[in-house]
């Protein structure tokens, strides 16, 4: 007889059955590989460093696997080569939904540069209502074999570039479409030497809009970066956040004490969108054990869990809950937190949020949570 403490424990199946909630996710770095080979060959982009569909995965992972982030965002120039016409783009979007219903994701805001799919002539409206198109389509393709989704836009500035108001503006124009649209900002690129206060006009406009905006922060920079992007930026979540940890001390007697940048982002609850796998490959951790989200969940801090690149990283959803069920022990409770977490975070209305809790999130636990019951 299976008892409820060893029940509590999710199986792969269970935590793919899961309701989970995903914050943090590029389109550009979430291709099929099979969809990247079939839109080279269309447009003849010729420089993918393999044709064959399963090697290109290898290639992107081990790309990836360099302990830089600088050198783990040049793998991007292959998936955003591929991203230059509406049909490449809706096509992307579509597959993007498709594949995040299919491993149990609910909700999902899945965020991409504007900016880089240009190339091909597309104005930065068309580039924004091809995805929103191919994200429609994929969350009804998603109903039609049985998931249920919704994936809401974040419009991301290059933090190197010089275009963030306009990407801002950009995303305030695209705000409260009926049947979802962008539901907020982001900035994203390599983090040193370009600090978020770089666009602080974009944050201020957005301000003024009552917008909604994340900053990539605390990823291969450290509390600095993390204390421009709150106190001077404004940002409403923490894209990673990793690097909070710098400013928590933990003694040897197991007693913890916050610093006031640490314990005003847990006081205030500013969302931590965590990444693990990414965070492995980038060198902002050394393993799931030691990646500083065991602390960041034991200490109450609103941490969530996400993808950042499934491509790049081989993940998923569920392989990221995987590794860390297997690193600490994580039950379907923790499961639920972590989801709970981001639903709370999310840019959707309040009142929108609440019911994807109460109503999708919480019974998809307890009905996984009451299977031990009936075997
Ligand atoms: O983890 C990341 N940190 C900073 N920038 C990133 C990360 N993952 C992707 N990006 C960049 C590369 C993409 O082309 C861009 C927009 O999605 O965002
Ligand atoms: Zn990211």
Known sequence: MTSQSTANIPTPDQIRRAPKVLLHDHLDGGLRPGTIVDIARETGYDRLPESDPDKLGLWFREAADSGSLERYLETFSHTVAVMQTRDALVRVARECAEDLAEDGVVYAEVRYAPEQHLEGGLSLEEVVEAVNEGFREGEQLARE????????ALLTAMRHAARALEIAELANRYRDLPGGGVVGFDIAG???GFPPTRHLDAFEYLKRENNHFTIHAG?????PSIWQALQWCGADRLGHGVRIIDDIEVADDGSVRLGRLAAYVRDKRIPLELCPSSNLQTGAAA??????I??????????????????MSGTSMSREFEHLVDAFGYTLDDMQWFSVNAMKSAFIPFDERLAMINDVVKPGYAELKSEWLFQ
């Open 145 to 152: 074999s049985g998931h249920r989704i919704r994936v809401g």
């Open 190 to 192: 390599a983090e040193a």
């Open 219 to 223: 990823e291969a920079f450290g509390l």
């Open 287 to 292: 393993s799931y054990a030691e990646h500083p």
């Open 294 to 311: 065991g602390l960041l969940r034991r200490l109450h801090f609103r941490a969530t869990v996400n993808t950042d690149n499934r491509l």
